[in-house]
């Protein structure tokens, strides 16, 4: 059975650098909010862009295309998962923040497998008839945290 991590269990992950980078303003009642890297690149035209240092961020021109990645890294191995959910995985559903399709941004919800370590990566789409822009560390999707049993993996992995 998976069970929803709370407001309580998601501090946590961040204070065991299991969600590293993480800021604890940023947790939720049941879900963590992502925020967005520095570095991407213009899908439209291949070049790269670091917005560390630029306070207007970036700008996504209508009908284009970015690649973009999240602030924070994910540490799901089972050694980091372990010395907090013995016997457990962690598993996620990320769903974009609701501002971006009212901006007309297009991109997809994802999952996290048991197991993962690194950033996560989107690709960010915008269909408006108007640019849009995006700053460092702006807050851009929902991760939704679940405790999985390793029983419950085993089935999961049969089906």
């Known amino acids: 059975m998976a069970k929803t991590l709370n407001d309580i269990e998601l501090k946590k992950l961040i204070d065991n650098n299991i969600i590293i980078n993480g800021d604890e303003s940023r947790v939720r ?3 963590y909010i992502l925020r967005l890297a520095a570095k991407g690149e213009y899908m ?3 070049k790269e862009f670091d917005i560390s240092k630029h306070k207007e961020g970036f700008k ?3 009908g284009n295309s970015v690649a973009i990645m999240s602030f924070e890294t994910l540490d799901f191995r089972r050694d980091a998962v372990h010395k907090l959910y013995p016997k457990c995985d962690l598993f996620t559903y990320m769903f974009p923040v609701t501002d971006l399709s009212r901006e007309g941004i297009v991109t997809n919800s994802t999952v996290v497998d048991p197991g993962y370590h690194g950033v996560i990566n989107w690709t960010f ?3 408006s008839n108007k640019e849009n822009e995006f700053l460092y560390q702006e807050r851009i999707y929902r991760l939704v945290v679940l405790e999985v049993g390793l029983m419950a993996m085993l ?3 049969v089906i």
């Open 29 to 31: 009642s049941n879900a």
């Open 44 to 46: 439209h035209i291949g």
């Open 60 to 62: 996504l021109p209508t």
């Open 125 to 127: 789409n915008n269909i």
């Open 155 to 157: 089935v999961m992995a």
